[in-house]
C-alpha cells in the first residue's frame, strides 16, 4: 500500500508542477501581449503624429512656395511630403505586425482559457497547449520582421494612401511646374 500511495504522491507532485510551470509560461505570454499592446499604441500614435507634422510642414512650405512664386519651395514641399508619407507608412506597417502578434497572442491565451474549461479533462489538449506554450517566441520586437516595399504599399488608412497623400502630391508638383515655366 506504501508503494500506491508514493506513486499516487508522485504522480499528485508531477501534476502540480505542470499547472506550475503552465501558469508561468501563460504570465510570459501575458507580459509579451502587454508589451505588443504598448507596440500598438506607440506605433499608431508616432503614425499619427507624423502625419500632423508632415502635413503642417508640407503646408507651411507649400504656402512660402506659393507667396514667393518660388518652385524650388514647391519641390521642397514635394519632398516633405514624400518623407513624411513614407514615414507614416512605415509606422502603419509595424503597427499591423504588432496587431498580428497581438491577435496571434490572443488565440494562444483563448486556447488556455479553453484547457481551464472546455477542455480541462482532455489530456491531448493540455498536451496541445502545453507545446504551443514550450515554442512560442517571446519578444514583440525580437520577432518584428523588417518592413518591406510591399508592406508599405498596403499602408492604412487606404483613404489617406490612395487619395490624400497622392492629392497633395500632385497639386505641389503642379505648383512647382507653373513657378518653374
Request: proline share 2%; net charge negative; glycine share 8%.
Amino acid at each position: 500500500m506504501s508503494s500506491y500511495e508514493t506513486s499516487g504522491d508522485d504522480l499528485l507532485a508531477e501534476l502540480e508542477e505542470t499547472a506550475d510551470r503552465e501558469r508561468e509560461l501563460v504570465d510570459l505570454v501575458r507580459l509579451d501581449y502587454d508589451a505588443a499592446l504598448g507596440s500598438i499604441s506607440g506605433f499608431a500614435s508616432s503614425g499619427a503624429q507624423l502625419r500632423g507634422i508632415g502635413t503642417a510642414a508640407w503646408g507651411v512650405v507649400l504656402g512660402l512656395a506659393v507667396r514667393d512664386e518660388s518652385a524650388l519651395l514647391a519641390g521642397l514641399a514635394a519632398v516633405l511630403l514624400v518623407l513624411f508619407a513614407y514615414g507614416d507608412a512605415y509606422h502603419g506597417a509595424l503597427y499591423r505586425r504588432s496587431l498580428s502578434r497581438a491577435i496571434s497572442l490572443e488565440g494562444l491565451l483563448d486556447a488556455y482559457v479553453d484547457r481551464l474549461g472546455i477542455d480541462a479533462e482532455d489530456p491531448e489538449a493540455r498536451l496541445r497547449l502545453r507545446a504551443r506554450l514550450e515554442t512560442h517566441r517571446f519578444g514583440v520586437h525580437r520577432t518584428l520582421k523588417p518592413v518591406r516595399t510591399t508592406d508599405l504599399l498596403k499602408a492604412r488608412p487606404r483613404l489617406v494612401f490612395r487619395a490624400i497623400y497622392p492629392a497633395l502630391l500632385v497639386a505641389t508638383v503642379a505648383a512647382a511646374l507653373v513657378y518653374a515655366l
